[in-house]
């Protein structure tokens, strides 16, 4: 998607240990006029795909979510991040390992909010190793419900999360795929 | 605003110790086309005032203030519970006290996305005893930034919060103010 790989040469920064920082624009603040045009994107990607419900993780992922559900008509659901006093211990529960903070955490969905009639789309600002979205997968299928396909706004293509995803059979659709990036020269490219 | 308080009464669930759950439509799955409605009566309640950001927490606050946010043409910021180690040490930071979780966390914002010519809405899911809504006033004032006003899904008006924000005259506006709700009947009485 042209306008987000432009406002990513425009607004991201490039730090060493392939850290791309959107935090302008993507996920501390965040632009949702350019979330709106994402939005129309996905839907035109998965217009074949009977979805009715999105799936995402917290905390970044939820803004995204919530304004591409807006083209889809249908709800958003977020996994939360460690157990909250507040849930009713009816969840489904995975792990996964962040790379970001260095740790394993629980990821929990209630069970009242994933059901076997469920046809979801996964949405998420990032897809690097792949552990976040596949903690949500492990969730779906806990639940009987049906991975329609994962829709993620920027790719780093050199890790391998979405390699082996899409391995899996899984429609993975990313507005922008980082090929490479150099941290000195500040140079990005993406796959065309 | 009439929608929410039908939504309260007949998806919401009282539990002892005055908790009003609303995870099937507010917080955990969300209603995203109940929220364009709430965004649309926020663009109205604060009409006059020259907002040009939006200012939120995560988790449950971020998915309602992307909503809103479209309907004032400003981006969103999301203030951060505890460090990240992706953030540069650049950060406005301060505590808030959680009833929910039973802890006091680090609430933070990088400096890059409060500036002193910000004229800035709160918006949060919950108003209750008021901890996280005056963690975000002190960001704010910390910044030398302006808080144009609060708005809130749902005012708990049994407790002490909306009222001592008031009282330091702010602006806020709660679409639904719980005056009090009786987890044995089921009732729940609204403020008109």
Redesign the interface.
């Known amino acids: 998607m042209k306008l987000l790989e432009e406002r990513i040469r425009k607004d991201g920064v490039i730090k060493p240990g392939n850290?791309l920082?959107v935090?302008?624009?993507l996920n501390?603040?965040?632009?949702?006029?350019l979330?709106?045009a994402m939005g129309a994107e996905f839907k035109r990607l998965f217009a074949e795909n009977p979805i009715n419900k999105i799936l995402t993780i917290?905390?970044s992922g939820?803004?995204?979510?919530?304004?591409v559900?807006?083209h889809f008509?249908v709800?958003?659901?977020?996994a939360?991040k460690s157990q909250?006093?507040?849930l009713d211990g009816e969840s489904y529960i995975t792990k996964v390992e962040s790379f970001?903070?260095?740790r394993t955490y629980d990821v929990i969905?209630?069970k009242?909010?994933l059901n076997p009639e469920d046809h979801i789309l996964i949405i998420d600002d990032f897809l690097a190793n792949g552990c976040a979205v596949n903690g949500l997968i492990d969730l779906i299928r806990s639940a009987g419900a049906t991975v329609e396909g994962v829709g993620i706004a920027i790719e780093k293509g050199f890790q391998e999360g979405g390699r082996l995803i899409r391995e899996k059979g899984i429609h993975v659709e990313s507005l922008a795929i980082v090929e490479s990036m150099n941290d000195e020269t500040g140079e990005i490219v993406f796959r065309s």
Chains 1, 2 share one sequence.
């Open positions: 850290v920082k935090d302008s624009f501390h603040q965040m632009d949702v006029e979330f709106d917290e905390a939820i803004g995204i979510a919530c304004v559900a807006q008509h709800p958003v659901v977020f939360k909250s006093i507040n970001t903070h260095k969905v209630s009242k909010y």
